[in-house]
């Protein structure tokens, strides 16, 4: 492990390698959750779902305990953006929920994020989560060597506002190893400051957050739950990514 002028922490192969083998079981573990949100689940008993899962295959909830927080996941239901707080609320059909877990395996944290749909959802919601989803995978891309983290956020907030959709500014990708936030921050819409040249070694997670009205959010009184300003619907995908000297990496696929 060793570290670059601005303070990014680059992973060796091995370490690279060990971030992927959690990621595999966090992938799994989404999956999971996937199959079980369903009509009527409550979403804290999808967070026991993916606790049971992590600790009997030996990982560690990186987010339980972070920074006070109560939960295995993350549960942002419809207008709630992110770092929803798991509890007794009831899914409905239509409803779309995002589910964020971070796994530590060997010290190292793999985070993923994914939204899932809740039965039929309308045809709106269904394009918010496709043009989501799409630019992460667009975003990855541009996560190539010689780059810079602007590369990516420029890709992400293209494809979003191209279709009419709004990029979240307030909450922004990481770096992520041995701490669930480390740097460079990588954000999904274009400022004045093109970031960080990325390098072999650097491990990053992109997750576009996109919102269906307003990019502006605020913050519950819960102290955790980020919600739109305008109650619109939101959406978060996100992958772990290695960059490497053979292109972008993706340690949460579970390939
Ligand atoms: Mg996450
Ligand atoms: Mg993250």
Redesign the pocket.
Known sequence: MSKTKNGIILKTAREIEIIKEGGKLLRQCLQLVREAAVERARTKDLDQLAYDFIVSHGGRPAFKGYRGFPATLCISVNEEVVHGIPNNRRLKAGDIVSV?C?LAWQGLIA???TTIAVGEIDPKLQKLLKVTEESLYLGIAQAQAGNYVQDISRAVQEHVEGHGFSVVRDLV??G?GKD??EEPQVPNYVSKDKGAKLEPGMVI?I?PMVNTGTFEVVSKRDGWTIVTLDKGHSAHF?H?VAITNNGPMILTNGE
């Open positions: 964020d971070g985070d993923s994020a990708g990481h992520v669930l936030h997670a997750e996100e772990t």
